[in-house]
């Protein structure tokens, strides 16, 4: 799993990426396009979410497909880039028919970046929404995930600012070809839980050891961060095994649990962790267990929650620091999972 796996395994999705890190930015957005049919569902855990159009997700709403997930910066500010990807979605012929045309259905959910690139009006718009649907849906299948400072991971940080957080993504294939795939933007008040740094570089840190090794922050930056502990990790979990809306539901709640193992705090009042969970399809969920269906979904999940650790620890690793007028953020560093008893 981890850097050796990435969401579009799972056939049939793509991401694309559109940031500005120049001129007072350091913002961007992700948005991941599944294939028409997908059904979807999120699961909100954070007590200070930006989201967009999550309630038509519930299972018990009247639409079933998600056309595209927007995950994006500038806070609520940045939530105007579903927009653009509806827009695009509509263009292409895809959403939920009504009389005189199709209203797709495009949830979002931001993360706080504000002024992280020294201009806090620098915010992703409608036009980038756009422009980052475009570039996933012109993406071949299977294609390769640009990780670290791209996309909505543009202006993450971690553990109070201190350290780049970044995009990531994992996967894993099951021996009945039940692929699943999970990619996060990492931008969390805490920091990596049960991990170590496999050797030291400028930037990183071992957990046990934090402040002998903690790189220098600008007094800006440090401020900015102790004032603001604003913080959010977002997650997409995409299968091709035959899924309801409410096994999503159940899926992306699940899921979350990859992220309480990967983040030390996580799911504060102050961060808006949020899961999406898209099923393609096309593959039936039969594990071969010989089970009634409901174990062979329990195992799906707990692999879910499995790629989502990976994804954010992922993502920590990709991240390079930056300088900006606003500070200068360090790299974290490469992370290893810890996988000794607990």
């Known amino acids: 799993m981890g850097a050796q796996g990435k969401i579009t395994d799972v056939p049939g999705i793509r991401v694309g990426h559109q940031q500005k890190s120049d001129g007072g930015w350091l913002t961007g957005v992700t948005v991941v396009l599944p294939p028409p049919g997908t059904v979807g569902s999120v699961d909100v855990r954070g007590g200070g979410p930006a989201t967009f159009e999550t309630d038509a997700l ?3 709403t009247l639409s ?8 994006t910066g500038g806070s609520a500010f940045g939530l105007v880039t579903a927009r653009g990807a509806q827009r695009w979605c509509e263009e292409d012929g895809r959403g939920f028919p009504v009389l005189g045309g199709l209203v797709p259905i495009v949830p979002a959910a931001g993360i706080f970046d504000l002024g992280r690139g020294g201009d806090f009006s620098a915010r992703p718009d409608e036009e980038m929404g ?9 993406q071949p299948e299977g294609h390769d995930v640009e990780r670290g400072n791209v996309g909505a991971g543009t202006g993450a940080v971690i553990g109070r600012g201190k ?24 931008n969390a008040l805490g920091l990596p839980l049960g991990t170590s740094t496999p050797r030291a570089e400028p930037g990183s840190v071992r957990l046990s050891d934090e402040g002998a090794s903690t790189p220098r922050v600008s007094a800006v930056a ?47 009042l102050a961060d808006g962790d949020t899961v999406f969970c898209l099923a393609t399809g096309a593959v039936e969920l039969d594990l071969g267990s010989g089970l009634p269906r409901p174990f ?29 007028p606003a500070g200068e ?7 290893v999972r810890y996988h000794g008893p607990i």
């Open 64 to 71: 079933q497909r998600v056309d595209a997930v927007v995950l």
């Open 296 to 324: 062979d979904l329990i195992s799906l999940q707990s692999a879910a929650a499995d790629v989502v650790t990976e994804a954010i620890l992922d993502g920590v690793s990709r991240a390079g620091s930056v300088t900006t």
């Open 58 to 60: 519930d299972p018990t």
């Open 163 to 186: 350290y780049k957080g970044g995009v990531g993504t994992a996967s894993i294939t099951l021996e009945n070809g039940i692929t699943i795939g999970a990619l996060a933007v990492v």
């Open 130 to 138: 756009y422009a980052a649907t475009a570039a996933a849906a012109a």
């Open 222 to 268: 440090a401020e900015a961060a102790e004032g603001t502990p604003l913080n959010t990790t977002l997650v997409v979990v995409a299968t091709n095994a035959v899924l309801s809306k409410a096994d999503c539901k159940r899926t992306a709640s699940a899921a979350h649990a990859g992220l309480a193992r990967a983040l030390n705090p996580s799911h504060t």
């Open 329 to 335: 953020i360090a790299a974290y560093g490469p992370v």
